[in-house]
């Protein structure tokens, strides 16, 4: 009685990947025009597909971002790379995209690139030394963008200095900040060296961006009171009409009474 007993469960066990398959072939969805489209979760009698019901009870917050693992840092990912998907990252993207990015902007900023196109082919055309051409690109580049961030034309240390702090805080948030997401406040002491660097990157930030910040926001005070921005722009050269901090400014966010962003926003967010 027991070897058919186990004949029978070997056949069993035999089958089983074919059923398996057959249930997958089966379960293949087909697109409009006929084509075959990516095998779905997998069905099984009695039970439906599975994995949907996780999909439809918790879509919400599986499709929106993690909590930012940076908050002792300062940033309360009030950003668009780090905010949750919500009434607060449109304002920011569509502030972002409308005033900066969007193509009808970029006569806007022609004489910005125009400027550092003048720098950079100046640079190369210098008879003292051969020109290091990624490096003077590189430089160029970060030009241009403190331009169109800060509205200021920085000289180039000043900008070496915006670029290094930028640099060290994105390269210390993707390479130790992770060990912070899971249980900051036992990671954040068994880590007190790597917390030190990160809090240091980001003093360094903060001391870099907020006199740029606060010289455009004294601009922009005297703008509203009648200055003129094409005045102003005549009495301080180096000074851009337009720039993406400007139109951080007058930015309330939603659900707060109509909030401000505070200067560590701003920070984060330039």
Known sequence: MGTPLLLLVALLLLLLPLVVVLLAHRGARKGKNGGRLPPGPLAVPFLGRLGRAPRRSSGAALADRPAPARAFLGETGCTVSRAGYGPVWRLLRRNLVAGTLHPSRARLF?????????????????????????????????????????????????????????????????????????????????????????????????????????????????????????????????????????????????????????????????
């Open 110 to 270: 022609a004489p910005a690139r125009a400027w550092a196109r003048r720098v950079l082919v100046g640079k190369l055309r210098a008879p003292e030394a051969p020109p290091r051409v990624m490096e003077e690109l590189r430089c160029a580049t970060s030009s241009l963008l403190v331009l169109m961030c800060f509205g200021e034309r920085l000289s180039e240390p000043a900008v070496r200095d915006v670029a290094a702090a930028q640099r060290n805080l994105v390269l210390f948030a993707a390479h130790h900040a992770h060990v912070f997401a899971f249980c900051p406040a036992v990671t954040k002491r068994l880590f007190r060296r790597r917390l030190r660097m990160g809090l240091a990157a980001r003093r360094r930030q903060k001391e870099v961006f907020m006199p740029l910040i606060d010289a455009r926001r004294e601009r922009k005070k005297q703008v509203d009171k009648g200055g003129g921005a094409v005045a102003l722009t005549n009495k301080a050269p180096t000074a851009f009409e337009h720039s993406y901090v400007d139109t951080l400014f007058d930015i309330k966010l939603p659900g707060e009474e109509g909030c401000r962003l505070t200067d560590d926003e701003l920070v984060s967010l330039c």
